[in-house]
């Protein structure tokens, strides 16, 4: 997969923006649910809890987190296996970091605001038998004034996760609010190293006057790649239907037609820091 990573973050903006007009990042008619099963691999799959009348839109799974979940069990397995991951901004379904870890991750941490923890929590506790090694962190992004001094933080939040730096940090869909793209530069640089990180972001395209500076600051920091549609943007196995008999859970018939997401803007990238050749002198000018 390394070598098929040949795109550059540039070539997302290329092309107009294909949906007519911009959505949020949400199938709202699948947030309604209480439970969303998403399908990893023939034989796996995420029962995800959601709760989209008592945390909003922090509380369902969002597309670009299919779009991770989808890409980490298949072409993308190899960057996470074995590995030391944080799926940054996890959010109450969590569905990349469950991914990562039921495709062998060696431990996941799930980090997102405190209000999120009871649900995600719930949701570790429902898939341990295939997603296992994961827990919760609480974590506040750096918040930066004009001066691009940090801003204060809860006592609970204001450190980096344990076991930062990571070997993988996962990031899906957190640039659908303009205020937190400073901080959430901020926080990458917290959780990672030089030379060490790798960057797996899934990223909804909405408004590219703010989203190209983004991967301009970005790319001062990191070598950013686009991963190849082909990686994520196919059919997904439609979940085990209902008997109406017995209720049990049946498998599909092999003419049953597969589940699909209009996926036409989101995109995946895998990104490393630029090694730390020598550091900034300090005061310049």
């Known amino acids: 997969m390394a070598g098929a990573l040949e795109l550059e973050w540039e070539e997302i ?10 959505s949020l990042g949400v199938n709202f008619l699948e947030a309604s649910k209480p439970t969303k099963v998403l399908p990893l691999v023939p034989g796996v799959q995420l029962e995800l809890s959601q709760s989209l009348e008592d945390l909003g839109i922090a509380g369902v ?4 987190g299919v779009v991770l979940a989808r890409a980490l069990s298949g072409e993308l397995s190899s960057l996470v296996r074995g590995k030391q991951v944080l799926d940054l901004g996890c959010g109450g379904g969590a569905p990349a970091g469950l991914a990562a870890a039921a495709c062998g991750a060696r ?29 919760f962190a609480a974590y506040e992004w750096p918040q930066r004034d004009p001066q691009g001094s940090a801003g204060e933080r809860s006592r609970e939040e204001q450190h980096p996760p344990h076991g930062a730096p990571f070997d993988v940090v996962l990031c899906a869909d957190c640039m659908y609010d ?16 030089p030379g060490k990180t790798t960057l797996v972001l899934a990223y909804k395209r909405r408004v590219d006057d703010r989203e190209r500076p983004f991967f301009k600051k970005l790319s001062q920091t990191w ?8 990686a994520f943007d196919g059919d997904f196995p439609a979940p085990p239907s209902q008997s109406p008999s017995t209720g049990q859970s049946a498998e599909a018939p092999p003419s049953r037609p ?28």
Do not use: Q, Y
């Open 178 to 193: 303009t205020k937190i793209l400073d901080p959430l530069l901020a926080a990458l640089t917290e959780v990672s190293a």
């Open 61 to 64: 799974v969002w597309d670009c």
């Open 223 to 230: 070598t950013l790649r686009l991963v190849p549609r082909s």
């Open 107 to 135: 431990e996941v941490t799930l980090s997102d605001l405190p209000l999120v923890r009871p649900l995600v929590e719930a949701n570790m506790a429902a898939n341990l038998g295939v997603a296992p090694n994961c827990h």
């Open 13 to 22: 903006f290329s092309s107009p923006v294909a949906a007519k007009k911009t």
């Open 258 to 285: 597969l589940s699909r997401s209009p996926l036409a803007d989101v995109h995946l990238l895998v990104a490393t820091r630029h090694p730390a050749l020598f550091a900034a002198p300090p005061n310049l000018p």
